[in-house]
């Protein structure tokens, strides 16, 4: 989720939505910040923001970010964890990036790799190390939810559906396609106490 202010748009989702958020870091590479909206591990809701236009203007990822928020806050990117990234890298024909996560205090909270379309219109790949993942344990304790997320029920995306599916390679993922441009319209999230469905837009 593209946000003018991370910490602005996690009020906002505590509020409507009864979902509590934690703030997450910064990614010095990118020239962003975030605070994390944590569903069932390793399931998330990322709240993106430039947190350093330099850097961000030197990063694919802030760039596309930058012009995101140009056009207004919401939904832009999506990630499907993959248990072999290099194998994803091979047949995508992209090499894997590195990233990580430092703590408002600069200190190293975790690491990740990524396999990515640099357009960003397709989701990316991404791999955690272990320490990330128990941070994201950490995190969903820390939320304090008002309601009880568990974990994505479907994600609804624009764009060429034939050129996602050979993208995404086989998979189960509940996706629904609408008309309009590539990217993220709306997520559900499932509600572990009921029946119910929490929508992001």
């Known amino acids: 989720f593209a946000a003018a202010s991370a910490a602005t748009a996690a009020a906002r989702l505590r509020t409507d939505l009864g979902l509590g958020a934690v703030p997450g870091g910064q990614h010095p590479e990118h020239g962003t910040a975030n605070w994390i909206v944590p569903f069932r591990p390793p399931q998330y809701l990322e709240l993106l923001e430039i947190a350093d ?9 802030g760039v596309a970010l930058t012009q995101v928020l140009a056009a207004g806050e919401g939904l832009c990117a999506w990630a499907v964890q993959d248990d072999d990234l290099d194998a994803a890298a ?16 600069g200190n190293l909270v975790g690491s990740w790799r990524t396999v990515a379309d640099p357009s960003f219109e397709l989701p990316f790949f991404i791999g955690y190390d272990k320490d990330l993942l128990d941070v994201q344990n950490a995190f969903y304790a820390a939320a304090g939810h008002a309601t009880a997320p568990a974990g994505i029920a479907w994600i609804e995306v624009g ?11 086989p998979n189960d993922l509940p996706i629904r396609f609408v008309d309009g441009p590539p990217g993220p319209r709306a997520l559900g999230v499932r509600v572990r106490d009921g029946d119910g469905e929490i929508v992001v837009r």
Not at 53 to 61: I, K, Q
Not at 90 to 97: A, I, Y
Not at 159 to 169: M, N, P
């Open 53 to 61: 236009p330099a850097a961000a203007a030197a990063s694919p990822l």
């Open 90 to 105: 091979r047949r995508l024909g992209v090499e894997p990036v590195a990233g990580h996560l430092n703590d408002p205090a």
């Open 159 to 169: 764009g060429d559906a034939a050129r996602l599916r050979e993208w995404l390679g």
